[in-house]
């Protein structure tokens, strides 16, 4: 069983920067796509960032395109997302996903199996 948890949320001011992390344990985390996904009260879930088994091709949602930057460690199991330039239009619970088919790297939550609980990233203005 694949168990994915986050860390690293928190409350940040407007133009801040937090780091995000995903611990990923019980499965070959180096074999699988990975991505991470947002949530705000009220909203669907939407794609933000993901990232290939290799780590060598990624993608972003628009909205964080030159913010965000998405990366994995295969040797500690663990996936990041470095969030700069934090606006309150950022504030939701982030998700990390794994996607183990490795099918490519899809925007959409329903191609991913795993998911965490999530962690909150709250940006006041």
Known sequence: QVQLVESGGGLVQAGGSLRLSCVVSGRTFSNYTMGWFRQAPGKERGFTAAISWSGAITTYGDSVKGRFTISRDRAKN????????????????YYCAAD???????????AYEYWGRGTQVTVSS
């Open 78 to 93: 663990t996936l990041s997302l470095q969030m700069h330039s934090l606006g309150p239009e950022d504030t939701a619970v």
């Open 100 to 110: 183990p088919t490795n099918g490519g790297l899809s925007i959409s939550p329903r």
